[in-house]
């Protein structure tokens, strides 16, 4: 499976972004979705994820009320809408895909990583 994630930009804060990542070559709709985040000098950290139907929904607590995921399994794309955003969000975000169990959904192992997209908030 390829994931090509895009959508970052530089956003003042408060302003909204909303990234999308498409897949190719597999199964899109077998897997679970997740959008994990990485900035300077820290660890990557888990964002939200969605599961193979888009029934259920996961938010980190930094992000819960702001953003939302979901998906579109005809399009084979994964998206996150990013609303009232904050300089703390500034990261580099990762889509990853993954046969994910729900109690391991914010740590995985998610199988297929993409190359992330640069979100920049500025204050």
């Known amino acids: 499976v390829q994931l090509q994630a895009s959508g970052g930009g530089l956003v003042q804060a408060g302003g909204s972004l909303r990234l999308s990542c498409a897949a190719s070559?597999?199964?899109?709709?077998?897997?679970?979705m997740g959008w994990f985040r990485q900035a300077p000098g820290k660890e990557r950290e888990f964002v939200a994820a969605?599961?193979?139907?888009?029934?259920?929904?996961f938010y980190a607590d930094t992000v819960k009320g702001r953003f939302t995921i979901s998906r579109d399994n005809v399009e084979n794309t994964v998206y996150l809408q990013m609303n009232s955003l904050k300089p703390e969000d500034t990261a580099v975000y990762y889509c990853?895909?993954?046969?994910?169990?729900?109690?391991?959904?914010?740590?995985?192992?998610?199988?297929?990583w993409g190359q992330g997209t640069q979100v920049t908030v500025s204050s």
């Open positions: 969605i599961s193979w139907s888009g029934v259920s929904t």
């Open positions: 990853a895909a993954g046969f994910v169990p729900t109690r391991q959904i914010k740590t995985g192992p998610y199988d297929y």
């Open positions: 070559g597999g199964t899109f709709s077998s897997y679970t």
